[in-house]
């Protein structure tokens, strides 16, 4: 396991080449990224919809714990996904790597094919294939969205925050590892607590939203309206928490480790 300061170097590295990818990888990769969310998500669902009533927050811990699949596919096989850029892309900024508008560019672009593949997956799989569509995983698609877009304006930031958190530490971490079954753990075991603990991820919410839209379950307007709002908090959580408290934190010791 690399020390801190070295993660800080690595992180950095990864940032920049998040930005020189052109165009069409990053389409590709995004909407990879959008896409395996989703599909942990729909694990969650497939998983506990059944158990939930029987075995109450054990079954939430239960749904986290297969929900990381998403990321470790995007972190160990590609994909980009914009909660994890928010992080690496902005330490690299902090490290004056890549310009503003290069950021702005990436999270653009990244944030789009993320939600498009995260549509995608909810209304093919989910809605046209009916793996959310039957009584038993509506039901559960239905609570799961209705928790998300009742929360207030504040709550959605402040739950974004603690998402990318751990989003960003999970990251960090699987930079930091040295083989695969330590990048392995490294993931999992962050990002199942934010979803244990209910955290709100900004492109996991661009499946549940929609697909229970696609069942008569929400608007797009509710949609829209948690959607800008978790996001806020992710970006938050991302640059802030974790970009810029290692940097603050490991900067120096970073430096010394090129000379």
């Known amino acids: 396991m690399m020390n801190p300061a070295e993660i800080l170097a690595v992180t950095i590295h990864h940032g920049q080449e998040k930005v020189k990818r052109p165009f069409l990888e990053k389409a590709i990769l995004g909407f990879i990224g959008g896409a395996m969310i989703s599909l942990g998500y729909l694990l969650y669902i497939r998983t506990i919809a059944s158990v939930v009533e029987d075995l109450g927050s054990l079954a939430s811990l239960i749904g986290a714990s297969v929900f990381p699949i998403g990321l470790i596919v995007i972190l160990m096989g590609g994909g980009e996904l914009i909660t994890s850029n928010m992080t690496a892309v902005s330490a690299s ?41 039957t009584a038993e995983f509506k039901d559960e698609l239905f609570r799961l969205a209705q928790v998300k877009i009742s929360a207030s ?25 040295k083989d695969a079954a330590g990048k392995l ?74 000379k």
Request: aromatic content about 20%.
């Open 153 to 177: 304006w504040s709550q959605e930031i402040l739950s974004g925050i603690g998402c990318n958190w751990f989003v960003g530490i999970a990251m960090w971490l699987c930079y930091g590892a």
């Open 93 to 133: 900024f902090f490290a004056k790597k890549v310009t503003f508008v290069e950021l702005i560019k990436n999270w653009i672009v990244i944030t789009i094919f993320n939600v498009l593949g995260a549509i995608f997956v909810a209304f093919v799989f989910g809605h046209l294939v009916g793996l959310t569509a």
């Open 185 to 258: 753990l490294a993931i999992w075991f962050p990002i199942m607590a934010f979803v244990a603990i209910g955290f709100q991820h900004s492109i996991a919410n661009a499946f549940v939203i929609p697909a229970a839209i696609f069942e008569n379950g929400a608007s797009w307007l509710d949609f829209a309206h948690n959607f800008s709002f978790v996001y806020l908090g992710n970006i938050i959580g991302g640059v802030i928490f974790v970009a810029g408290f290692y940097t603050l934190g490991y900067r120096r010791q970073m430096n010394e480790l090129k």
